[in-house]
């Protein structure tokens, strides 16, 4: 049973407000054949300029092969899956926030790029608690993260696919930062920026989480990151202007209109 301290969704979340975001749900994910693919995104984002439409994206990586791929049919499954994984769409909000703090956060693009996958990919999803509750140092085992898998897509893919999926959502979390090694990982911490909590809070009142909630969902657990350093976190975003924060009390008032101005959060009592 989930660990309700690993929740990305809360219990009485429905489907039609994370999907209007741009989160993906479901059983399966691009992660049966590839990883987050950080490099292939940070290459696309450099070429493109950052009020891109989605036919440029689609030029730069197909006509203009600014991901080096030796053949058409290659770039083109490429181009599939960044936009399963990344929508490559401004209309997508998950997207457009994503390209604004990309622009303004170098150091946290692993983690940006991280997010914004587990909101698109089930399967990265799954594997979530398994990377997150190792404690520093703790060899990475894949039987754990195969029974996870296993559960969440309930006998849909056969074993030699549930392997590469274990493969897989292993190398993202190394490029994100969360496993060191090649043949061996180990957990490692990551270091939370301004920018990445930001879009963590997004995700998580995205899917229906309340401030308080927020601050200590599984979102906020992707970046290592505890309730009372998100809102050190949060109160640095307010200060590049990120985010509107105020605090009375117990109260926390947290409004996310300046990260998107189509977002319209409300406030949220503690």
């Known amino acids: 049973m989930p660990n309700p301290e690993y929740a990305f969704f809360p219990p009485n979340s429905t489907p039609a407000s994370p999907r209007a975001a741009g989160f993906r749900l479901g059983h399966i994910g691009t992660h049966t054949s590839r990883t987050i693919m950080f490099a292939e995104l940070a290459s696309t984002l450099a070429v493109v300029p950052s009020g891109g439409k989605p036919e440029?994206?689609?030029?730069?990586?197909?006509?203009?092969?600014?991901?080096?791929?030796?053949?058409?049919?290659?770039?083109r499954l490429t181009l599939q899956r960044l936009r399963e994984l990344y929508a490559l769409d401004s209309a997508v909000p998950i997207f457009r926030i994503l390209r604004r703090l990309w622009e303004l956060d170098t150091?946290?693009?692993p983690l940006l790029a991280l997010l914004a996958a587990l909101a698109r990919d089930p399967l990265l999803l799954a594997t979530a608690?398994?990377?997150?509750?190792?404690?520093?140092?703790?060899?990475?085992?894949?039987?754990?993260?195969?029974?996870?898998?296993?559960?969440?897509?309930?006998?849909?893919?056969?074993?030699?696919?549930?392997?590469?999926v274990v493969r897989n959502t292993a190398s993202s979390w190394t490029q994100s930062g969360h496993l060191e090694g090649r043949t061996f990982k180990h957990r490692q911490f990551v270091t939370p920026t301004p920018a990445s909590t930001t879009f963590a809070l997004y995700l998580a009142r995205a899917v229906g989480f309340g401030t308080e909630e927020s601050l200590s969902s599984g979102w906020m657990k992707s970046l290592d990151c505890s309730a009372s350093s998100a809102l050190e976190m949060a109160t640095a975003a307010k200060r590049i202007g990120l985010l509107d924060l105020r605090m009375a009390g117990n109260?926390?008032?947290?409004?996310?209109?300046?990260?998107?101005?189509?977002?319209?959060?409300?406030?949220?009592t503690r």
């Open 56 to 75: 440029d994206y689609a030029a730069a990586i197909i006509e203009g092969n600014c991901l080096g791929k030796a053949t058409v049919a290659t770039r």
């Open 129 to 164: 608690e398994v990377v997150l509750s190792l404690p520093k140092g703790a060899e990475f085992q894949r039987v754990p993260m195969r029974d996870a898998l296993a559960q969440t897509v309930d006998n849909r893919l056969n074993e030699s696919t549930l392997n590469k």
């Open 107 to 109: 150091a946290g693009r």
């Open 251 to 268: 109260v926390i008032d947290l409004r996310l209109d300046r990260l998107d101005p189509l977002f319209r959060g409300s406030a949220q």
